[in-house]
């Protein structure tokens, strides 16, 4: 029964850790309009990364990609493998840019799915990451 009600809540957190990243992924896309004008750390450095004209579509199909590989379920581990330095770096701006209580408890949230997603399918995956002889 208590496996059965952490099942239910791992897959919740999947499908709310998949939609925020699906909705941040297709957000990247838009205009940065919205922003100009407002100044604040974090502001000046996401506007940084759309001067580039690459980077923020980049990290935006990253970030789709991956929650649609977490929303299958079977590729969950790639799908998490891939976002983890996404979510890292996404947790530490808040930490240290914006430095919003809120902000900073749902990110770290989600950094917690990803890494529950790694040690659990961990096992299946180790002996891939098994180093072998070269020589």
């Given amino acids: 029964m208590l496996k059965k009600i952490g099942n239910t809540l791992l897959i919740a957190a999947n499908l709310y850790l998949a939609y925020k990243y699906l909705m941040e992924g297709f957000e990247k896309f838009e205009s940065l309009d919205r922003l100009v004008g407002r100044s ?3 502001i000046d450095f996401y506007l ?3 001067e580039t004209s690459y980077l923020l579509p980049f990290i935006g199909v990253v970030e789709i990609l991956a929650a649609l590989l977490i929303l299958s ?3 969950r581990f790639v799908g998490s493998l891939i ?3 996404v979510a890292l ?4 701006a808040h930490l240290v840019l914006i430095q919003s209580p809120k902000g900073i408890a749902l990110t770290s949230f989600l950094l917690v799915v990803i ?3 790694l040690a659990i399918e961990h096992k299946r995956f180790k002996p ?3 180093a072998s002889k070269v020589w």
């Fill in 40 to 42: 604040s750390p974090f």
């Fill in 48 to 50: 940084a990364m759309g």
């Fill in 73 to 75: 379920q079977v590729f």
């Fill in 83 to 85: 976002l983890l330095p």
């Fill in 89 to 92: 770096n996404v947790c530490l």
């Fill in 115 to 117: 890494l529950v997603n």
């Fill in 128 to 130: 891939m990451l098994k």
